[in-house]
């Protein structure tokens, strides 16, 4: 079983396949599947800024493309200076993505660089009351 900080280290080394020219706002992320792979992201931003992907999706969309269905834990790492990187909550699109995917007890984990600090969240925490795909059935 791999640890919280071992997931937390994977998302700070994926801080580098980010693509932010224009934010500058660095973000990486570690997706751990049911089945120990690990799948990491980093935002990808474009000239046309509606157009950009944040780095949970990016992990999402590459597990889900490869078949992943099943999801424990994501960790996120981030901010505007790469080397101090502060909390970085999930916004609200990809808490939502979160949600097609993933059961309520799905873990959420925040890193900050300062102290060491790590926060840690399930999904229903961090979005109650929400819309899934049970909503859908009648
Ligand atoms: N961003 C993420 O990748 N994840 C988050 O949780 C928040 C924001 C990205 C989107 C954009 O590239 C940059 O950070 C600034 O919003």
Not at 6 to 34: D, Q, W
Request: some cysteine; glycine content about 8%.
């Amino acid at each position: 079983m791999i640890s919280s900080e071992e997931l937390i280290n994977k998302a700070r080394e994926a801080m580098n396949l980010s693509y932010a020219p224009y934010s500058h706002f660095t973000v990486g992320t570690a997706l751990l599947c049911e089945d120990g792979s690990i799948y990491q992201g980093g935002n990808i931003e474009n000239a046309s800024y509606g157009a950009s992907n944040c780095a949970e999706r990016t992990a999402f969309f590459k597990a889900v493309s490869e078949g992943k269905r099943h999801f424990t834990a994501i960790a996120i790492c981030g901010g505007p200076d790469k080397n101090d990187t502060d909390f970085c909550p999930p916004c609200g699109i990809c808490r939502q993505v979160m949600r097609e995917f993933c059961a309520s007890d799905f873990r959420i984990i925040l890193a900050a660089d300062h102290d060491k600090q790590i926060k840690e969240y399930t999904l229903s925490q961090l979005l109650p009351e929400s819309f899934g795909p049970d909503n859908l059935i009648s």
